[in-house]
Nanobody, 123 residues
Framework: RIVESGGGLVQPGGSLRLSCAVS????????IAWFRQDPGQEREGSSG????????NYADSVNGRFALSRDYAKNAVYLQMNSLKPEDTAVYYC??????????????????WGQGTQVTVDP
């Protein structure tokens, strides 16, 4: 099970920290990725972190502004989003797939999904 939290309304240039809490499986053997989706748009990957190595990947649109971290003790992954832009507005979903499957930005590669949390960047 995956539960996201931390979304909200923020002004351009502001920051938010999203949380992804997982249960019934562990971060030790699952990759975690964050996707986002606007109404009428396809779900796109924004960032991902591999389970077994210290490796994270970011889409060009968020690279340098977003940062992933994880807490194995809490079985949670966090997405720190800085310098937010109106185009970052979307529902953000946390997803997981089991290692050694690759940590990709293809939503079809992921088995587990959260319910999503809304992020709105607006003056």
């Amino acid at each position: 099970r995956i539960v996201e939290s931390g979304g909200g309304l923020v002004q351009p240039g502001g920051s938010l920290r999203l949380s992804c809490a997982v249960s019934e499986f562990t971060l030790d053997d699952h990759n975690i990725a964050w996707f986002r989706q606007d109404p009428g748009q396809e779900r796109e990957g924004s960032s991902g972190i591999s389970s077994r190595v210290s490796w994270a990947n970011y889409a060009d649109s968020v690279n340098g502004r977003f940062a992933l971290s994880r807490d194995y003790a809490k079985n949670a992954v966090y997405l720190q989003m800085n310098s937010l832009k109106p185009e970052d507005t979307a529902v953000y979903y946390c997803a997981a797939n089991p290692w050694p499957d690759p940590c990709t930005f293809d939503p079809n590669d992921y088995d587990y999904w959260g319910q999503g949390t809304q992020v709105t960047v607006d003056p």
